[in-house]
Structures are given as structure tokens and as C-alpha cells.
């Protein structure tokens, strides 16, 4: 009752590649296609992050939109302006898929947050490309 | 623990004619319940479509779906149909089914549900920028 969600959009640039080390030239390809070219592409990434609350009665804010933008701008400072595969460790043992990057975001940032419960991450990698990630309940 | 749980849309469009007039009814009551979109030779729209697909994300290649995997369903099952087609004329679904933005969010859903195989999760169906129809199966 009186749960309200709030989204915020922040936009950050970051360079990947796909491939897989143990498999051959051509399984990459088939799989990956463009993106197993050996020096990588990158996009400019759109990331909405949503959260779900009642307003607290004295501010009538679900969460402060300045600590929000913190927590977050905390975490893509990792991300922006990096490729991913080679200046950030989580993709050491997966590909930076958007997939992938959504699921590490959401980690990050509910640790970022301090136990703010995230409703949901929506992460383009285009404007007709998005990946939205509910936490580990969805 | 189990692979995480996403949900990944992509962006299409088409552009297709159609009229809103059902054969059940005169041309006065077709004329008073569809107005301008009873039109007997049709008009157009240049329609958005965004399919979601929902799934665990895949070890190996981190993703839920490959983007061509989900690009040619898309394409032959339903854009190679409609795109530049006259609805109500051209395509088998609405022989007897009225092309309303409600519908077509249905038919694209019964079209993508087989090839998709389970994954399918939502039809979004732009007919303009202004109106919407959402479709998710239930």
C-alpha cells in the first residue's frame, strides 16, 4: 500500500569483446559473430535503476535521489571510459554480455546502496537492445 | 547457484496499412465504433515492436538468447508477414479478426510462442507514439 517507484538514468561508455579462450577460432565466431573481433567494440550503455518504496512520511522521498545518484556513480566509475574485459575483474570467467553486465551491476550496486532493496535494473546496451534484471528472485 | 534469471527485448519495426471494420456489423455501426479507422481503403502505421524473452543466462555464452537466433524468428515469423503488407488484405490472421492494436499484440504472440520455445515473456506493440498495447500471454 503507498509503494511508489522511482527510476533514475545514467549513461556510461565502455568497450568488450566476446570470446572464449578454450574454444576454437571458429566457435567464437559462430557464436559471437562481430563481437569476437580481436580488438573489442564498445557502446554507449543507458542504465535505469529502479526502486520500490513507501515515502518516508517527512520528506515524501522513497530515496534521497542524491544518494542514489552516489551509489551508483560510484559503481560505474568502474565502468565507464574501461573495456571491460581486460580493465574490470569481472569478467575474467564470463563474457561481458549485457546479461552478464546487468546481473554484476545489480551486485554492485545493492552493495553500493547498503541493503536499499533494487526493484529492477534495465540496461541497454542500444536504443532497441535491453536487458532488465530482477535480482535473484525473478 | 543457479544461473541468474533476465529478461532481454529487442526493438523492431514495420510498417503495415489496415481499416478496423468487422463484417458482422453495417457500415453505420462498423463507422460508429471505429470512426476514421473504418476508412474502406485502410491507412497506415509505422508500428514499434518489442519482443521480451525471459531465461536463465547460458554459462557459456552469457546469454539468454543469440541475438540472430531471436532476430530470425522475429523476422520470419512475423516482419516477413507484415512489414508493408495491408493487414486486413494480406495476411491470413485477419481474415476474420479485426487488426486493432490488441490483436496484433495477440497474433505476434501466438506466431513467436512455438519458435521462441518457452522463453517468450512479452509482445509490446507500438501503433503510434502514443498508443501502446502490451501482450504477456495470459
Known sequence: MGNVLISRRFDFSSSHRYYRNEWS????TRAFGLCA???????NYTLEVAI????DPDTGMVINLVDLEGAVDSVLVGFDHKHLNLDTPYFTDRIPTTENLATVLWELIHE?????RLNRLRLYETDDLYVEYFGEQA | MSAPIVHLSRHYTFSASHLLYTDHLSFEENEAIFGKCANPN?????????????GEIDDATGFVIPLDTLDDAVRRHVLDAYDHRFLNVDVEDYVDLVPTGENIAMEV?????????????KVILDETRNNRFEYTGA
Open chain 1, 37 to 43: 573481433l580481436p580488438n573489442g567494440h564498445g557502446h
Open chain 1, 112 to 116: 553500493s546502496l547498503h541493503g536499499t
Open chain 1, 52 to 55: 520500490v518504496g513507501v515515502p
Open chain 2, 109 to 121: 504472440w501466438r506466431r513467436l510462442e512455438k519458435p521462441l520455445a518457452g522463453r517468450l515473456n
Open chain 2, 42 to 54: 485502410g491507412h497506415g502505421h509505422n508500428y514499434g515492436l518489442t519482443i521480451t524473452v525471459k
Open chain 1, 25 to 28: 577460432e571458429e566457435e567464437n
